[in-house]
DNA sequence: ATTCTTGCAAACGGTTTGCACATAC
DNA sequence: GTATGTGCAAACCGTTTGCAAGAAT
């Protein structure tokens, strides 16, 4: 579940202009190994096994100063804390209502007609996509527990 | 800007179970009169114009009562605050990064392809696509101002 | 009369901020 | 040596909650 090498993760960070310190590393790489989309919060815990001295500021403020250089994503749907994402790349999301999961999905979408005519002159630089429903797991204990 | 009448508001609270207040008229009409999908903070103000003695809790269990029956769409894309929505179709939003202002849109969305095969078994209950930039206005000033 | 709603104020939780100390460069 | 980052704790702010008084049915 690795796949870079700190050697990697020194240089993606100082290409982004970044000071490297051990803290950013381990932010950095807890985030590139998973898939959860985690939060804040979760990036704390996740370090913080290894790393038992980071503070939760320093979370907060280091995945705020990738997401600055773009470095990472931030997904922030209808789940009610902000969730991160080191896949850059223009993908969207299917959120579980139960479980919060946040599952990568691909779709293409169309240009938006606004109400008037065209986009009314809206300037798209980002388009998201989120679909709420249940994942394969929670759907199955929905389905089972009736309504 | 307005359409309804007070007696048509009565009748959709009633016909969504809800019992019938002057607040809960106030902040059904001051939602559905505005297509600027207002925080509920900015639903208090507007409702406190005409009904000073409101207080904001009320507005939040209201809008969220309103929400739990599907009166009203809560939208709570990477703006920092929920707004919502008195139109309930399917449709989507255009947010604007300078001025946070909610345009609506419409766009057609094909079925999301998960990162395995199909979606994953996960099941799609609803669709929002969020088209972050900038609106005629900001767009016009962000110009203007270099860069 | 009973149940639901309101208003108020305190609590909550995720996030941000200020500051002194430590570290990268 | 200087600028930047860290840790800690307090502040912040949108939102939720508990409760007593008030209104709807």
Known sequence: MEGKKDKDFISTLRAHGLQVTYQRLAIYQSLYS???????EAVYQQVRKRFSMISLGTVYKTLEKFYDVGLIDKVSPITEVARYDARTGHHHHMVCLQCQAIIDADCTVEEPKGAVSGNGGFHVLRRQVVFHGYCDKC??????SGS
Request: aromatic share 8%; no cysteine.
């Open 139 to 144: 759907k199955a204990a929905y389905v089972s």
């Open 34 to 40: 998973s898939l959860a989309h985690p939060s804040a």
